[in-house]
């Protein structure tokens, strides 16, 4: 099956720092992918949609020129977390769907997620 | 986006059937039933979904009610590994997966 790759998997940062975290489609082309967010026991919150070779659109209560959302290709989007603090430490999670798919019956595939912990 | 409920919990015995349910009574003809499940520390992982008609893969069985208002997520033959957490999610035309609670499924030996 279609495989999404994220990277680092885990990482620390100092606070203050900022911190790239990428995710690719291995064997697919994604013109979309999302973002989430998952704090312990918690269930995943999405952050953004990212669409390939346009602005990334938030949801409410992202702050936009915090999480930096890159989508340059149709293979890689990267969320950067600028001036990186505590409360950002979380469970960062990317997806993406297969290219031209507008129907819902098409699958989309998760990352294996990026463990962010902030010092 | 159409909403779904499921319990939080559930238990398993190891080799038995599990069946998860899932209530979206408000999901709309173009929506489709999707379940995902997570284990700890990892990414979710695509388990099936299904429009109307019931679906069956390597993984598991989807049975979806006449009215589609509710599913079921079949796991044959459950085994220590399946244990993990559980999402049936209604999918939007926008492509985007929203994750309610789930429903934690521990197989017990």
């Known amino acids: 099956g279609a495989v999404v790759s994220q990277h680092p998997s885990r990482v620390i940062c100092k606070s203050g720092t900022s911190v790239k975290i990428e995710c690719r489609s291995l064997?697919?082309?994604?013109?979309?992918m999302f973002w989430y967010r998952q704090f312990p026991k918690q269930s995943l919150m999405l952050m953004a949609t990212?669409?390939?070779?346009?602005?990334?659109?938030?949801e409410q209560g992202v702050e936009k020129d915090k999480f930096l959302i890159n989508h340059a290709s149709l293979t890689l989007s990267t969320l950067t977390v600028t001036s990186a603090h505590p409360e950002d430490s979380s469970f960062y999670i990317c997806?993406?769907?297969?290219?031209?798919?507008?129907?819902?019956?098409?699958?989309?595939?998760f990352g294996e997620g990026s463990w962010l912990t902030v010092v | 986006d159409a909403k779904t409920t499921q319990p939080p919990s559930m238990d398993c015995a190891e080799g038995r059937a599990a069946n998860l349910p899932c209530n979206h009574s408000t999901i709309s003809g173009n929506e489709y039933v999707y379940w995902y499940r997570q284990i700890h520390s990892q990414g979710p992982q695509y388990i099936i979904h299904g429009l109307k008609n019931n679906e069956t893969n390597e993984m598991a069985s989807l049975i979806i009610t006449e009215d589609r208002k509710s599913s079921t997520l079949i796991l044959p033959h459950a085994t220590l590994r399946d244990t993990a957490v559980y999402y049936c999610?209604?999918?939007?035309?926008?492509?985007?997966?929203?994750f309610g609670g789930g429903t934690r499924l521990m197989v017990k030996p």
């Open positions: 999610i209604v999918r939007n035309a926008g492509n985007m997966l929203t």
């Open positions: 064997d697919f082309q994604a013109t979309t």
């Open positions: 997806s993406a769907s297969l290219r031209g798919t507008g129907s819902s019956g098409n699958t989309i595939y």
């Open positions: 990212s669409n390939e070779g346009s602005k990334a659109t938030y």
